[in-house]
Structures are given as structure tokens and as C-alpha cells.
């Protein structure tokens, strides 16, 4: 398919751009056996979901990201990382993924072929299979270029319960590396602040990391991608719903310099910035060893470290400063950064 155009009410007509569109570009590059049977839906035999466990885990997002490209990944890759990731920490194996694309007249055919590539590149390092999905095409100014829905559907093996209300005073606090990565990559990428800041997204799938995980203590209590909100708004849901404290420790959270400095110039707080690509874990502190073992033995865990504990409380997250003092680390009120993901 010639690449040099650009995207046009046609190519969401139903007619034969429309099917150019889909057949040439989209199918071609997600080229899977169910995707191939050209169906309106997914046919998955039931025998490839109960090899995998006893419960489908099943789930979907949005992303509405600006810009659509940004250092270490784009809209894509957030798209099949995010799904993915929603489902591995519910304890699923993520396997099929659908995906329904909003388009914007106007939209470089290039850029969104380089999407859909990052797309196919970022599905097959989680293991997942894109089987289904939707192409609609707006007016310009009906949408921002580039809107993703993606639904997962992902099986959980027997014995796995990890739930936001299963904390239990004692418990470890486990996090699986550097904070707020994303937000400062997609807020620099913005060039609004002329910042000399060289930050990549954390974007990855952490269905592996978890696997270990699972694999090194299988009574993981919590266990959540810390996205929008940041690592402070997932702490917040387990603190709240398992009616107990949870206490960090601020010098073991791991910041970078370059993220600390950038939310110290504009008053942000780096626990409430967006990840892609890191998760907590709440997990009983005989395992907690064990797990970070196994975590460091995955790259996208090599830098995991205990951050706090669970403690008898009403419910908060304090912060235990450098300085002696404590904190509350209370749920975001509003949106710092919008459209981060």
C-alpha cells in the first residue's frame, strides 16, 4: 500500500479504501491465523483458554495520548502494553487482544503505519495475538489525530487471587523500578517547557515479571500497574479497601534525577505522574526476598526494591521523610498532566 497519502473520509466509507486500508495495512501486519479467517469476530477454541487456567480475566482501555510519538515508544505501544499489563496483574496470562482505532482525516498514512508496526512489535514481546478490531474515520477536528480502544482477554490459573483489599498489616511493599518515567517523557515531548531533559517512557509488558512473580510467592496480596494517578493513586485503592496504613519510606523510592528536577521546576509530585511499564506489589514479608529475587532475574524488574510496609491504620499512605517527619500521601484530587496516556 502506497504510504505517501494521507488518511481520508474513503478510507472509512466501507468501500474499497476502507478495505485497502484494513487488508493491506492493518491485517497484513497483524497477520495471525484467527485474524486471517476475515470474520467479524474472533473464533477462539475454549480448549486454548482451559490449557491456561480456570477464570477468563478479561478487560479494556482507551488511549487518547498527545503527542502520538514520544521518546521510547508511541501511541501503540501503550495501546497493547496497557491492555496487556491490565490484565498480568490480575494474575491472567494475557493471549488475544482486539483493537478499534479512531482516525482523524488527515492522519499521515507513514505515521500510522509506524504505529500499527509498533503495535505488532509490542504484541509479539508480550506473547499476545491482535484477532479482531474496528477502523472508523472522523472529520478533521473530530477527534485528535489518533484515538486506541484495546480489549485483552487473558486466563487465570488456579490459585491466583490478587485483589486491592487483601492487605494485611506486615505485609512488604514492592515496586519494580523508577518512578514517573512516562509523565515526564510525554510532558517534554509536548516542547512546551524547552526543558534539556533526555527521558524515555517506561512503556513495556510486564506479563513476564509478573509470571516470576507468581512463580516466587503465589499468595500475592495486591498487585496493580501504577498508570494514571501514579504509584500514590494505587497505594491509595489498596490502603483504602484493605483498611490499613501504608508506609513508605522516601529514600527508598527510586526517582531520577533528571524526573525529580523537572516536577521540582513546575511543583509536581513525582508519585502521581504516569507509568507504563511498573507495577506494586503487595506481598507477605516471609516472601517478600524471595519475589524481589525473582523480579531482578526479569529485565523489566532488574531495578525492584521493598519501598514500605503495611501497617494496622484507617486507611492512609504516610510518607516517612528523609527529614523524620511523615506525610500523607493523600489520592490525587484532580489531573496533573492531561492526556498523558
Known amino acids: 500500500m502506497n504510504l505517501t497519502g494521507s488518511i481520508t473520509l474513503a478510507h472509512g466509507s ?59 515508544g508511541n501511541i501503540g505501544t501503550l495501546a497493547i502494553n496497557g491492555t496487556v499489563n491490565d490484565l498480568a496483574v ?14 482523524e482525516e488527515g492522519l499521515a498514512l507513514a505515521t500510522f503505519a509506524r504505529i500499527l508496526q509498533a503495535m505488532k512489535l509490542a504484541a509479539d514481546e508480550a ?56 509523565g515526564a517523557a510525554i510532558l517534554n515531548a509536548r516542547g512546551d517547557l524547552a526543558l534539556d531533559a533526555d ?50 519510606k522516601e529514600e527508598r523510592l527510586p526517582i531520577r534525577t533528571l524526573v525529580r528536577g523537572m516536577c521540582e ?13 511498573k507495577l506494586a506489589a503487595v506481598v507477605p514479608a516471609d516472601a517478600a526476598q524471595a519475589v524481589l529475587d525473582a523480579m531482578r532475574r526479569i529485565p523489566e524488574g532488574r531495578d525492584a526494591c521493598i519501598i514500605g510496609a503495611v501497617a494496622p491504620g484507617d486507611g492512609h499512605v504516610i510518607l516517612q521523610t528523609t527529614f523524620g517527619g511523615e506525610r500523607i500521601v493523600d489520592m490525587l484530587p484532580g489531573e496533573q498532566l492531561p492526556r498523558i496516556c
Request: glycine share 12%.
Open 90 to 103: 490480575g494474575g491472567a496470562k494475557p493471549l488475544y487482544l482486539s483493537c478499534g482505532f479512531i482516525i
Open 14 to 72: 466501507g468501500g474499497r479504501a476502507m478495505h485497502q486500508l484494513v487488508d493491506d495495512l492493518i491485517r497484513q501486519t497483524f497477520s495471525n491465523p484467527l485474524l486471517a479467517e476475515g470474520e467479524d469476530q474472533a473464533r477462539i477454541p475454549l480448549a486454548d483458554l482451559t490449557a491456561n487456567g480456570d477464570r477468563l480475566a478479561f478487560t479494556t482501555d482507551s488511549y487518547v495520548v498527545t503527542p502520538l510519538e514520544f521518546p521510547g
Open 127 to 182: 506473547g499476545v495475538q491482535v484477532v479482531t478490531g474496528d477502523t472508523k474515520v472522523v472529520q478533521r477536528g473530530g477527534a485528535d489525530k489518533l484515538f486506541i480502544n484495546t480489549a485483552g482477554v487473558g486466563v487465570i490459573p488456579a490459585g491466583r487471587n490478587p485483589s486491592a483489599g487483601r492487605a494485611q498489616p506486615g505485609d512488604a511493599i514492592i515496586i519494580n523500578g523508577w518512578l514517573g518515567d512516562h
Open 199 to 248: 527521558i524515555e517512557t517506561d512503556c513495556a509488558p510486564l506479563n513476564r515479571l509478573v509470571e516470576a512473580m507468581f512463580a516466587a510467592c503465589p499468595d500475592i496480596h495486591c498487585l496493580r500497574d501504577a498508570t494514571r494517578g501514579g504509584l500514590a493513586t494505587v497505594l491509595n485503592e489498596f490502603a483504602e479497601r484493605s483498611g490499613a496504613d501504608f508506609m513508605l
Open 265 to 277: 521546576i513546575l511543583g509536581l509530585d513525582p508519585l502521581y505522574l504516569a507509568n507504563e511499564g
